[in-house]
Every structure is written in C-alpha cells, then in structure tokens.
C-alpha cells in the first residue's frame, strides 16, 4: 500500500488522481470516475469532489493507496 502524504486536512479525489499521476489534469477526472471503478473505504466512488482524509484508502487500476500526514 502507497502512502499518499498531504498537508492540508484533505485532498479531493482529483486531486488526489491527478497528484499520483492517473490522470494529467483535474478536467480529466470525471471522464475518468464515469470509466474506472475507484473505491474509497471499499466503496464505488464516483465524486471528482469527494474530500479524502487521513487514513482515508482508496484502490484505483490494482493499486491501493492511504492518506497520510
């Protein structure tokens, strides 16, 4: 599991997608969220705007990620 460092109290699913290099832009995410199954906790999430936390795991394309300070 990849440990997604962040700063701030959250990171937006974009972001979050665009920041680990999925996607090139953030006007890319929703095309992507409607395409590709990305979960959250282990549920389907398909909100670009959806805020991720600490300890927040997400599973995109068989990798799994954790939010992290």
Same mark, same amino acid.
């Not at 997604?4 to 109290?9: A, D, K, L």
């Not at 937006?12 to 090139?24: E, H, P, R, V, W």
């Given at each position: 599991?990849?440990?997604?460092?962040?700063?701030?109290?959250?990171?937006?699913?974009?972001?979050?997608?665009?920041? !680990?290099?999925?996607?090139?832009?953030?006007?890319?995410?929703?095309?992507?969220?409607? @395409? +590709?199954?990305? #979960? =959250?906790? &282990?549920?389907?999430? !398909?909100?670009?705007?959806?805020?991720?936390?600490?300890?927040?795991?997400?599973?995109? @394309? +068989?990798?799994? #990620? =954790?939010? &992290?300070?």
């Amino acid at each position: 599991m990849k440990k997604i460092v962040i700063t701030s109290e959250y990171i937006t699913l974009g972001q979050f997608l665009k920041f !680990t290099a999925i996607i090139s832009s953030g006007a890319m995410a929703k095309h992507y969220l409607a @395409e +590709n199954t990305v #979960y =959250v906790n &282990g549920e389907i999430e !398909t909100r670009r705007g959806r805020k991720l936390y600490e300890n927040d795991q997400i599973e995109v @394309e +068989n990798e799994k #990620y =954790v939010i &992290g300070k």
